[in-house]
């Protein structure tokens, strides 16, 4: 098999074989067809966002395939099934866990991916557990499926944000690919003429005008009154800062991006105060998957289009120019074929 390795002491990515491993007996092995890279990978890369240390590992935390081998105890499914791959879990034995909150989980969460903590599907194969496997519904495009783990992700926010009403005026912080989601989510649920994307990048800016939605893309400099919710996108802590005087009474800030770990945001207290602001951050997707999946069906045909969106496709080997184009914001995410 074919696989990319990254040894987070050297901050180096390198395309190797070996062997195609057997799976554990409550393990799926799964031959991957796109595996996507995410903002959180180049943050990994360049040793911003916590990953495995004691050792390289295989990186990719969304990635859909079919199913290879079956591990012994393996019951529900089957070999050539096509399947979507939820990287995050909990351990099942603490008391958040307990609480169906295995995002806090010290052990599980975010502390345990596959493909940060896991070996994942930046590779031809992956083994899986089995809890982690969910079948791909009938009709829907394998290329389109490999966006289910970010649209989990979503669906867990769009739970925490609720509600949302028609006519809420939103500001969305960022047009990487998480942002051109959530523009197409809003606009799925009803909300027309008052959205508004932000985006620095006028590469960026014209791939979120290219989505058709009728948003208006502006600048930061160019934001002008007040919003009821503020979407983060971007991990920019900057950016969200200055998003914050432009809620009006009762707004809401949803820290959506993942910030670098030392990021600052100044806030001044007497108008959290005054205008009864909220702040509301959104943790990976606990139990949101099935959501995220749902979510992808109601969207695909009129949103999940890779031009409109600004995906571009690559093949394993040519990793460096999917890491330069997204880093550059040529595009707005790239995918792996395998």
């Given at each position: 098999?074919?696989?990319?390795?990254?040894?987070?002491?050297?901050?180096?990515?390198?395309?190797?074989?070996?062997?195609?491993?057997?799976?554990?007996?409550?393990?799926?092995?799964?031959?991957?067809?796109?595996?996507?890279?995410?903002?959180?990978?180049?943050?990994?890369l360049e040793g911003?966002?916590?990953?495995?240390?004691?050792?390289?590992?295989?990186?990719?935390?969304?990635?859909?395939?079919?199913?290879?081998?079956?591990?012994?105890?393996?019951?529900?499914?089957?070999?050539?099934?096509?399947?979507?791959?939820?990287?995050?879990?909990?351990?099942?034995?603490?008391?958040?866990?307990?609480?169906?909150?295995?995002?806090?989980?010290?052990?599980?969460?975010?502390?345990?991916?596959?493909?940060?903590?896991?070996?994942?599907?930046?590779?031809?194969?992956?083994?899986?557990?089995?809890?982690?496997?969910?079948p791909i519904p009938?009709?829907?495009?394998?290329?389109?499926?490999?966006?289910?783990?970010?649209?989990?992700?979503?669906?867990?926010?769009?739970?925490?944000?609720?509600?949302?009403?028609?006519?809420?005026?939103?500001?969305?912080?960022?047009?990487?690919?998480?942002?051109?989601?959530?523009?197409?989510?809003?606009?799925?649920?009803?909300?027309?003429?008052?959205?508004?994307?932000?985006?620095?990048?006028?590469?960026?800016?014209?791939?979120?005008?290219?989505?058709?939605?009728?948003?208006?893309?502006?600048?930061?400099?160019?934001?002008?009154?007040?919003?009821?919710?503020?979407?983060?996108?971007?991990?920019?802590?900057?950016?969200?800062?200055?998003?914050?005087?432009?809620?009006?009474?009762?707004?809401?800030?949803?820290?959506?991006?993942?910030?670098?770990?030392?990021?600052?945001?100044?806030?001044?207290?007497?108008?959290?105060?005054?205008?009864?602001?909220?702040?509301?951050?959104?943790?990976?997707?606990?139990?949101?998957?099935?959501?995220?999946?749902?979510?992808?069906?109601?969207?695909?045909?009129?949103?999940?289009?890779?031009?409109?969106?600004?995906i571009k496709v690559?093949?394993?080997?040519?990793?460096?120019?999917?890491?330069?184009?997204?880093?550059?914001?040529?595009?707005?995410?790239?995918?792996?074929?395998?």
């Amino acid at each position: 098999m074919e696989y990319l390795s990254f040894d987070s002491s050297s901050k180096s990515l390198t395309l190797k074989k070996c062997d195609i491993a057997k799976p554990a007996p409550n393990e799926v092995r799964i031959k991957v067809s796109y595996s996507g890279v995410c903002g959180t990978d180049l943050h990994i890369l360049e040793g911003s966002f916590p990953c495995k240390k004691d050792g390289p590992v295989t990186l990719g935390h969304e990635f859909v395939g079919t199913v290879d081998e079956l591990g012994s105890k393996v019951t529900i499914f089957k070999v050539g099934q096509r399947v979507a791959v939820d990287p995050n879990s909990g351990c099942d034995k603490c008391d958040h866990c307990h609480n169906a909150n295995y995002h806090y989980c010290e052990l599980g969460g975010i502390n345990n991916t596959l493909g940060i903590f896991r070996n994942g599907g930046w590779a031809t194969h992956a083994l899986v557990p089995e809890t982690q496997v969910y079948p791909i519904p009938d009709g829907m495009e394998m290329h389109q499926a490999v966006l289910s783990e970010p649209l989990s992700c979503l669906a867990h926010g769009w739970d925490k944000l609720n509600p949302v009403n028609v006519g809420s005026k939103v500001l969305l912080i960022g047009a990487g690919i998480i942002g051109l989601l959530w523009a197409c989510l809003l606009h799925l649920h009803g909300l027309r003429k008052t959205v508004t994307i932000s985006e620095p990048q006028e590469k960026r800016r014209r791939i979120a005008d290219n989505l058709g939605l009728n948003y208006e893309v502006k600048s930061q400099s160019e934001l002008k009154g007040y919003f009821d919710v503020a979407v983060d996108c971007s991990g920019s802590g900057p950016a969200m800062e200055a998003a914050v005087p432009l809620l009006g009474p009762g707004g809401r800030l949803c820290v959506f991006g993942v910030a670098h770990p030392q990021a600052k945001l100044t806030i001044e207290p007497f108008q959290v105060y005054k205008k009864e602001l909220q702040i509301l951050g959104v943790n990976i997707n606990p139990y949101s998957f099935s959501k995220g999946l749902a979510l992808l069906q109601a969207m695909s045909e009129k949103y999940i289009d890779y031009n409109k969106l600004g995906i571009k496709v690559f093949s394993l080997s040519q990793y460096e120019d999917a890491l330069y184009a997204l880093r550059k914001g040529e595009i707005s995410k790239a995918v792996f074929k395998l």
